[in-house]
């Protein structure tokens, strides 16, 4: 049995469900997490109690070595296997990740290149264009056309007439409450105006917000990073987003979020083996035709958590993979999934082309409730 006992450190019992760990872990999360008092080190060691008997696999493996050490034989090494917690802290550090039988723990991938000379959205978009804040303050032209063309259309008939003391002070009446209107339209456009500064000083014209991951082992996070920042930017108004909560969670459950206009997508980052990945209609994943069991996938979860967060707001999610070892990852046209998996090459075709519908807009209400959902990265205060 390992020094610590996973099950007396979440305070369950052997033949807990995987929803009472849960429960204790979530419990146990708040007040041992870094950002409440609690160590990196201790933290750590839960999370690693956490993964590892909510994995079914790895929980059978884990207690089949405990009724050995009880009956002192010698452990039978398991074969790792590569995992994908669906709450990461950010700061507090990061267990060590199984790697698959056949990963190179130093190997780096290249970062992506993409050739932007054949993608239209590319080419349709001005990363200069003035951005178009939404929802819209100011109170329309409507009021003012309506204002102005009644004192204008009275003037002829006046002019047809004999300006009668009665005609001239019901002319000089529309004119007086024209020009009124006038003036408080104007304030109102002023307000507006004022508004939409106010909320570019705020954020400082800043298009990303959060921290990609910082462990060695998150290089494919730190890749899409830079991905999202060389091409998306393209777009004025897309805002990207690191380590983000899902609705009722404090920890960085999505690796990336790109916002534009009112469509949001959710990306997940992983390094797999090199090998040609798709997904059937139900969103299982396969890896060279055969199902794939070298790690899992929590986006499809997150990214219905976020159609309730936001019911007007179209949001999708894609995952992105990177090699884990030389050699190509390659895979399908992207299906019509919650979560389907992409290179970094498809994704910057076809996700941009969708995001690129509303290329200048930033709508502010979405804006400030996904941004409320970045996890803050203590080593960035």
Known sequence: ????????????D?????????????????VMHPDA???????????????????????????????????????????????????RPRGAGRTTRARSFGD?????????????????WWHRTNPEEPIRYTPY??????????????AVLLLPVLLL???????????????????ALVQRLVRAYLTAARADRDFAAEFDGRRVYGQPGRERDEYGERLTADLLDRYLTRLPGARIFHGLAVPGSVFADVDHAVLCGRRLVLVESKSWLPGHYGTDENGTLYRNGHLFRGGGVRLPEAVARYRELLPDVEVRGALLIYPSRAGEVTTDEPADVPAPPMTPEWFVRQVGEWLSREPVTVDREVFRRVLGQVVSDPASV
């Open 161 to 179: 007439v004999d300006l009668t003391p009665l005609l001239l002070g019901l002319w000089l009446l529309v004119l007086v409450a024209a020009a």
């Open 1 to 12: 049995m390992p020094e610590v006992d996973y099950y007396e450190l979440l305070g369950v």
């Open 37 to 87: 008092g609690g160590t990196a080190g201790t933290f750590r060691l839960l999370r690693q109690a956490y993964e590892t008997l909510t994995d079914p696999v790895l929980r059978a493996e884990y207690d089949r070595r405990g009724e050995d050490d009880r009956r002192g034989e010698p452990p039978t090494p398991a074969a790792p296997r590569a995992r994908t917690s669906w709450a």
């Open 104 to 120: 190179d723990p130093d190997f780096v991938p290249e970062a992506p290149h993409v050739a932007v000379d054949d993608i239209p």
């Open 137 to 150: 303050t100011g109170p329309g032209h409507a009021p003012l056309v309506t204002a102005l063309g009644g």
């Open 14 to 30: 052997r033949a807990a469900s995987a929803a009472e760990i849960k429960s204790a872990y979530r419990s146990l999360a708040k």
